[in-house]
């Protein structure tokens, strides 16, 4: 398996543009989870996905940003208008089950100038 | 909501020498702890983790300790190596049927 693939690796766009960022999970997990990363916040979850259902969405930092996951094998997290402070590595990850190991994908670096 | 404090920030070894880090939390009705091992760059990569219903477990040169009691848990890394040199993340798994993280920390290992 090719693990969690994510595209694109790195994004560099202007503040106000939108920005959609992509994930593969691997076949067969059955729960997918958005994180962001920076200096300042560490690892947060900002959504996850059961069955290609939303399940919390407590962690998305407002209305922003919006996750779609429309099969098994594809999920969206799309931030419409970025701004600055949206700059950070965006990781997906997938699980079997709920309590078990989370896969990470290589994550996205974005930078909104 | 879940709280996870991880201490130290950061640490220094000397090749050779263990390493220990500690995490408490907060919600009692966590039951599943692993521990993330993030080098520079990277993506985060499970390296040991841990369930409520044992206190300890080791692989090779890594074991993690659970005290669910006291709400805490800890990583040791034994015979520390360069190439363990990287960012440690303990995470907790609670009813909320969230993984939350602690802050990181920063091992440097001197050869």
């Known amino acids: 398996d090719a693990g969690v693939i994510q595209s694109p690796r790195h994004e560099v766009t202007e503040m106000g543009q939108e920005v959609t960022l992509r994930c593969k999970p691997i076949?067969?997990?059955?729960?997918l989870f958005w994180y962001r990363q920076t200096m300042m916040r560490g690892l947060e979850l900002l959504i996850y996905f059961n069955n290609n259902v939303p399940i919390d969405d407590s962690g998305m930092p407002e209305d922003r940003f919006s996750a779609k996951m429309p099969n098994a094998s594809f999920s969206t997290l799309k931030i419409q208008p970025s701004e600055p402070r949206d700059s950070a590595v965006y990781f997906c990850a997938s699980s079997r089950e709920r309590d078990n190991e989370q896969f990470f994908g290589p994550g996205t670096r974005l930078t909104v100038l | 909501g879940e709280n996870v404090e991880q201490h130290p920030s950061t640490l220094s070894v000397q090749e050779g020498d263990s390493a220990v880090i500690k995490c408490t939390y907060s919600d009692s009705a966590s039951n599943y702890f692993p521990w993330y091992k993030q080098e520079l760059g990277k993506r985060p990569q499970l390296i040991i983790d841990i369930r409520s219903n044992v206190g300890e477990k080791k692989d090779q040169r890594i074991a993690v300790t659970l005290n669910k009691t006291a709400k805490h848990f800890s990583l040791h890394i034994t015979e520390t190596q360069p190439e363990d040199s990287a960012v440690y993340f303990c995470a907790t798994h609670n009813a909320g049927n969230m993984l939350t993280f602690g802050g990181g920390t920063r091992l440097m290992v001197k050869p």
């Open positions: 076949s067969g997990h059955d729960y």
